[in-house]
């Protein structure tokens, strides 16, 4: 699956992430990158709203555990178990998500684990930066399950 047609799947099996103006930009086993519009995502001060940037975090984890699981076993499910989020600095533009799996022996464990119990979790951090400075940062836990 591509790009475009990942971004399809997500309006019609999402519909608010059409509306908040998500756009997949890349998405890779290994990274997975999506673009929130501002202007949908607006806070009282004119700056994306953290409800919003939250949304965009949690998306773009679980697009790269798809992106992962689902060559593996289509049928499986992926819900966010658990996560944290810090802001550091307003967002004041288009802001983009950015999941990186370096290792891929991460990969490797989840569908271990996976095909073992029928059953996976796997922590991922998201990043938002401007340049090299972080906006916010992300870590959530994920569960695969049949």
Known sequence: MDELAFQ????EQIPITEKMGFEVIEFKPSSVKILAKLEPNLNHKCTAFGGSINSLM????WAAVFVNIKEFDSNSHIVIQRSNIEYFSPINMDFIAECKIEKQEVIEKLLITYKKFNRARIKLNVFCREDNKVLSKFEGQYVVFR
């Open 58 to 61: 949690t998306m773009c984890g």
């Open 8 to 11: 399809q799947l997500l309006y």
